[in-house]
Each structure stands twice: as C-alpha cells, then as structure tokens.
C-alpha cells in the first residue's frame, strides 16, 4: 500500500468521538433491553436522543471540514456515489450477518439442544462457502465490476433463504445437514460480496483521505453490527413470546407455544451472542 499524507490533517476530534459513541450507545442500548422493560416511554426517549446525536454530529463535522480540527467524519466523501453506496451495503450487510448469526446460535443451541461444539461445526459450512470463491473474488470483480457485488448479495440472500427453508427439517441435537447447503451459498455469496466491497468504496475516495474514508468504512461496520444484532434479535425474543425457537427462527405463525421460564435463558444466549 503507497503511503497517504493529507497535508491539512488537524489535530484528533477528541470531542466528535465522544458524542459518535454516545449516540451509537443510545441507539443500540434500547433496541437490546427494550423487549425485556416492556418497551417504556424512556427507550423511546434515548433512542431518539441517540438519532438526533448523529444528526448533530454529521452538522457538527460539515462545520469542521476546513479547521484546524480533524473531522471525525469526512462529509465530503459522502457526496462521491460510489463511496456512499458502499458505505449502505458495508451497514446492511453487517447489521443482517450480525443479527443473523446470533438467532442462529440461539436457535441451534437453546432451541435446537445443540451441544457449541456442534452449533460451531455446523456455523463452519458458511465458512466453508467462503472460502470457496475467496481468491477469485478481486478478480472476478476487476472483470465484471458490480455485477459480482450484486451477485455475491443475491446469493447471500439465497443461502439465507435456504437455510430458513431447512430449519424445520434440523433433527434435535442431531442432523444439521438440511441446513448445510444454504450455509454454503451464503458464504460464497459473502465472499464475492465483502472483499470487492472494500476496494470499490476506497478506490473510490482521494488518496489524502484514505485514512478518513477507512475509518468511516470500519465504523459503518460497526454500527450495522451493533444495530443488527440490537434489531434482529429484539423481533426474534418479541416473536419467542408466543412460539417455538424454531417458529421464531423463521419467523412464522404458529408452532409450539414457547415454554414458560424461558426467557432468561434465552437473554443469557443473546448476550453471549452478542459478544
């Protein structure tokens, strides 16, 4: 990698950092323990103050584009197409993954009576499936350009589907192969996906910004993480109220109604999860 200067680079936004993990904490903080407080008046409250801290914070960096400050969040780069774009799929497809994986681990082990070692070795089809295609991801897309990122989405979203289709086949405590297929294509699909992905949004900012435009790459990674697993999990537990882990896991009516005491089993899964 050439080296990168960027010769108005001000001293670091101690301040701008502070309120970006502010917001972010009061966003994801009552999506996760919204369900289990019954969803009161003050979880709307802090997830509203969270949204309205990114607002001010994106006001706040268009401000400082030209002080002697370093901008948290370089806005400029937001108006090169390709950069945002890249930035929305980073955000989706870290936020779907993410809230994924954690109701599929919760499923398999809780609902499912998978021992962790079997859940792993089950969650290792995905990455079997990605590691498929993962040295001819680039140049794939040196060739084809975006229609390999489309594809990679397409075939993520497929093997999702796949897996969905085959959950209700998954033996208990035994027999995951129904599942194993739709594993593999969304690993292949995310690997045609993800690591184009990452030199298509920074080919596409200036050289002197490349240390800016990897840090908003990261953070867009992170938040749509943290805001999945916040999401996806809160309409799965909400769904487990009245249904069984594997109706939850498919998210349709129906099924078993869930057994009582479950819940706090359930939260201890999702906060290992989480992590």
């Known amino acids: 990698m050439p080296e990168t200067h960027d010769p108005e680079a001000g001293r670091p936004d101690v301040v701008g950092a502070a309120l970006l993990a502010a917001a972010i904490a009061a966003i994801a903080y009552p ?73 599929f681990a919760v499923w398999l082990q809780t609902g499912m009576a998978f021992s962790a070692l079997g859940a792993g070795l089950t969650a290792l089809a995905f990455s079997v499936g990605s590691f498929a295609l993962a040295p001819a991801a680039v140049p794939l897309a040196e060739r084809h350009g975006r229609l390999v990122l489309s594809s990679g989405g397409l075939l993520m979203a497929l ?9 209700g086949q ?33 080919a596409a900012a200036p050289h002197q910004a490349a240390g800016g435009a990897g840090g908003m790459f990261s953070t867009a990674q992170q938040l749509g993480g943290a805001l999945g697993v916040a999401i996806v999990g809160s309409v799965f537990f909400t769904h487990l109220d009245g249904h069984s882990y594997t109706a939850s896991f498919e998210q349709r009516p129906g099924g078993d109604r869930a057994v009582p005491g479950r819940r706090r089993a359930v939260a201890c899964a999702a906060a290992h999860g989480g992590r």
């Open 170 to 202: 998954v033996g208990q405590a035994s027999d995951p192969w129904p599942i194993v297929p739709g594993l593999v294509v969304a690993g292949v699909g995310l690997s045609l996906l993800v690591i184009p992905l990452v030199n298509v949004v920074l």
């Open 159 to 167: 093997g999702v589907v796949g897996v969905v289709a085959g959950a």
């Open 31 to 103: 999506l996760l323990e919204g369900h289990s407080q019954g969803w009161p008046a003050w979880v709307w409250m802090v997830l509203a103050a969270g949204l309205a801290g990114l607002v001010a914070l994106g006001l706040l960096e268009e401000r400082r584009q030209h002080a002697r400050l370093a901008p948290l969040l370089r806005t400029p780069l937001l108006r090169i197409p390709a950069f945002s774009a890249g930035l929305v799929v980073q955000f989706a497809f870290s936020a779907g993954l993410q809230g994924f994986f954690l109701t």
